[in-house]
């Protein structure tokens, strides 16, 4: 079992950033590959960033390649998003969540989640 509660968004202008973080409980954070998906007002739970279970292997949607950064720090129990060049297209509720061993981009994958945190970005 694992528990997971994200933190760090908000409101931000076009252009701004945010840093997302997603903390885990329990000791065996390293043994979760993680995810990152959104969900805008209407529209279907859509994947943005995954991470292997060591932090080597990372994965995007095509939508934030270049301007998203996902990364973990297993000492902390944490994953990380940074999100650079924002824009109001990026607007959403962001979910963290984990699945046993091997990344994956289809959030019926995942067994754990958070339960959200909204990044608004203003035009």
């Known amino acids: 079992q694992v528990q997971l509660v994200e933190s760090g968004g908000g409101l931000v202008q076009a252009g701004g950033s945010l840093r997302l973080s997603c903390a885990a409980s329990g000791r065996t954070f390293s043994i979760y590959a993680m995810g990152w998906f959104r969900q805008a007002p209407g529209k279907e739970r859509e994947f943005v960033s995954g991470i292997s279970r060591s932090g080597g292997k990372t994965y995007y949607a095509d939508s934030v390649k270049g301007r998203f950064t996902i990364s973990r720090d297993n000492a902390k129990n944490t994953v990380y998003l940074q999100m650079n060049s924002l824009k109001p297209e990026d607007t959403a509720v962001y979910f963290c969540?984990?699945?046993?061993?091997?990344?994956?981009?289809?959030?019926?994958?995942?067994?754990?989640w958070g339960q959200g945190t909204q990044v608004t970005v203003s035009s």
């Open positions: 969540a984990a699945r046993r061993i091997i990344t994956s981009t289809l959030q019926s994958d995942y067994d754990y």
